[in-house]
């Protein structure tokens, strides 16, 4: 992955964690310190392999376990790694090792970036989540004060190496809620590939492991397309915003209770059926984005919704720029465009939509 004013770095796309040795020496990290950073469930799965890995080409490695959860997604978690990094004297020659999901992955990355003014931090994303959407693209960060992600930098790794066989062991909603950001890859750029999800529906529900391998490659593609165009988030980059808006306030309306996937999934059905009222999308496609989600254990409407608070809180997101939210609508399954004109009258018809008791 190139960005401008950054160095390349590579993706490995793996079945197993066989050659993360030999990655780690390709990008001249023999014989230093290593910190892994991993969570608390995490750790119990996969951090004995991987540090008998990084104990074979490190000076020395130290582990950092954070518990797991998007609580703990804050500084003090942070303050803890630091202190571990000062006592074990990590200079800017040494290396962190982010191993687990969405938050390991965002945390590391904040302390990598930050810690002596930034030393260089490797991503071993182990959900869909991360492997398909997060762990590319250089955003890091950590929330403040029930605020998310309020605090972080764009910092990229220098190496992501996925191992798709960690996805085995990840729970059905887990799974199901990652899946929400690949099919939205496939809506928002690449029909083909949306195609193909659907086609493969089956496998990927067993979660046979060649299939996932193609599935998150594909889905990292469209995202690498997208940021290296625009990785401070200027303009195309919002196009993976599609189904956030409405999402992220549903998100808060039900108090974090469910997945960020399951939210977007109802935002997805909701920025479609406002696409059709606008006459951007048919009437036949955009059953299709919706019916289309159901197979994937993704929800489509919820029990009841109080609409106007939903609306009031798509204006308190913090990537409502002033007044204008930008929309993320689309003309066809594979094509989304950014829209500054939808109104409150067209949220209230989209949220009636998905409103199982209207
Ligand atoms: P997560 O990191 O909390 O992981 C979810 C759960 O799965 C955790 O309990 C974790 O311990 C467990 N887990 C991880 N890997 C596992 C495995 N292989 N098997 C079994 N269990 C496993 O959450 P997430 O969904 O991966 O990520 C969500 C976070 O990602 C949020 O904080 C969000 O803000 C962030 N995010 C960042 C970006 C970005 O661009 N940086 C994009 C989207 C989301
Ligand atoms: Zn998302």
Redesign the pocket.
Known sequence: VCYQEKPCYDIVYSKDFAELGEEIKKIGFENRKICLIT????DG??SDEVCDILNKVAKAVIKCVIP???KN?NLDEINKIYEQLILNRFDRHDLIVAL???????MS?FTAATYLRGIAFIQI??????QS?????????V?YKGY??MV?AFYMPRLVYMNIS??????GR?FA??FA?VMKHGIIKDSEFYTWLIDNMYEIDERDVDTLLEMVYRSCLVKKAVVEKDPTEKGERALLNFGHTLGHAIEKYKNFEL???ECISLGFVAAAFISWKKGLLSMEEYYEVRDMLVPFNLPISLDSIDAEEVIRLTKSDKKADADKIKFILIKKIGRAVIDTTVTDDEMRAALEEIDWSK
């Open positions: 969570d608390s469930n995490v799965l996969y797991a959860g998007e997604k687990g999901g969405g938050v390991v992955g965002d990355g994303p182990t959900t869909l989540l991360a959407d997060s762990s590319i693209g250089g955003k890091t960060g929330d998310k992600n972080g960690t996805l085995k062991t990840l729970d887990q809620s990652g950001e997945m960020h996937g």
